[in-house]
């Protein structure tokens, strides 16, 4: 897969080289097609700003097991909630703070409602960010 195209950065790029084809485009549809190059570009970094917010909200939350180590782990020891210890084998999966977490805890509703898996979007709302960044859907 080849590297993702900063949109942003291409469309100001293309403003320089375009400035030439203003007046053209002045007599033919009334705007400069530089203008709206730079307005497409000015919207992309707004709706660019208000993905990374919405992702800032969505973050990963760790669900973890008991290891089953017993307090000899291989790796640091992590303290869940004061009730028990465990280890990174003891990781299952990660939730969505934003939609499944309360109070530092998964959510009943989100345990039964919707799967998690390792290789799974921890929420609906970061899954479709994902698929608005990649294109690839299963629809």
Known sequence: ?????????????????????????????????????SELCDKVERL?????KILKLHTPFPIYEECGHDGD?????????????TCEE???????????????YQHEDCAGGHDHGKDIPICATVALL???QTGDSND
């Open 73 to 85: 782990c291989p790796t640091e020891p992590i303290e869940i909630d004061g009730e028990f210890f």
């Open 90 to 104: 003891g990781f299952m999966y990660f939730v969505c703070f934003e939609c499944c977490v309360v109070n530092d």
């Open 130 to 132: 994902t698929t608005l």
């Open 48 to 52: 660019q700003a208000r993905e990374a």
């Open 1 to 37: 897969m080849s590297e993702p195209v900063d949109i942003v950065a291409a469309g100001r790029e293309a403003v320089e080289r375009i400035v030439c084809y203003d007046a053209l485009s002045m007599d033919i549809n009334g705007r400069r097609d530089s203008d709206i190059v």
